[in-house]
């Protein structure tokens, strides 16, 4: 019977302790800097790295082909005549002399927005995608 009310007591004072600490309340997915509510300085940074992304695959490859010809070698991003890196992205360029690729990733966006390109000239706009964390009940022996 007292085991019974300790632990009553216990759980009582469980579910009231979240409240008192202030406990975060389970929130929305955050506001992204770029998309459909984009602040016109966003707008500007996210134009000035995509005008960088083309900017590197110009200087990369400034001739007519879109597929690498054979014996074509790329520059490491520090020989290439390019503007700086927009304010709040992260340039991230990596060539092995025959191909390149690289990402400039927003680290002001809760959302991760991000721009890829490579030696094919594409330029993508993305944002990783969602995932979701799943509770494993431990095993008691």
Excluded: W
Excluded at 63 to 69: C, R
Aim: glycine share 6%.
């Amino acid at each position: 019977m007292v085991k019974e009310f300790a632990a009553l007591g216990l759980v009582s004072s469980l579910s009231v302790l979240p409240a008192s600490l202030g406990a975060a309340r389970p929130q929305g997915p955050p506001a992204c800097l770029h998309g459909r509510s984009e602040a016109p300085a966003n707008k500007t940074r996210r134009e000035q790295a995509l005008a960088l992304a083309e900017q590197i695959n110009r200087a990369e490859d400034p001739g007519p082909a879109v597929v690498p010809t054979p014996g074509r070698t790329y520059r490491p991003v520090e020989q290439l005549r390019v503007p700086a890196t927009p304010v709040g992205f992260t340039l991230q360029f990596y060539t092995d002399g025959s191909t390149y690729a690289f990402s400039l990733l927003d680290t002001r966006d809760p959302c991760h927005y991000a721009i890829f390109s490579s030696q094919n000239r594409l330029i993508y706009e993305a944002t990783p995608r969602a995932y979701v964390v799943h509770a494993v009940p431990a095993e008691i022996p």
